[in-house]
């Protein structure tokens, strides 16, 4: 099974940026941790601050991936053209966020995204990441 995980500006930063809201792991180490948790998916790993690049992977990976695991970030709350490209292609999407944005400034409730993805996650941090992949894992089936 081959699974992508596109993440959206300032997630490079995991590790460093506000560890309080999005924890003190880098992205790049909890990836191998669900290769481990996960040894028979086929992991690809997308991240961009730019915005183009974003909609450039969705339709890359986006008819001929199992599944799609994303988290647009900031673009979440600004981007049509990334609500576009997942509305476009016939990959499950499954939307994380690290935090919960709902409960956070009134912007981020806004979602592009959510309205045409298959499901989202919000507010389990790092974890959510794994919930997504075990659902599009029972979702294949």
Not at 48 to 69: C, H, K, M, P, R
Not at 76 to 105: C, K, L, M, Q, W
């Amino acid at each position: 099974m081959k699974i992508i995980i596109i993440n959206g500006p300032n997630l490079n930063l995991l590790g460093k940026r506000e560890p309080a809201i999005y924890g003190g792991q880098p992205f790049e180490s909890y990836l191998e941790n669900l290769k481990m948790v996960f040894p028979d998916v086929e992991f690809t790993y997308v991240q961009s601050n730019i915005e183009g690049e974003l909609v450039n992977a969705i339709q890359q990976y986006g008819f001929t991936a199992d599944g799609i695991v994303l988290n647009p970030a900031a673009y979440t709350h600004t981007s049509v053209a990334i609500g576009d490209a997942v509305a476009a292609i016939t990959a499950p999407v499954v939307e994380v966020h690290i935090s919960n944005v709902r409960g956070r400034e009134e912007f981020r409730k806004l979602s592009y995204v959510s309205g045409v993805v298959d499901g989202s996650i919000l507010g389990l941090g790092l974890m959510g990441y794994e919930l997504a992949v075990r659902w599009l894992l029972n979702h294949k089936q």
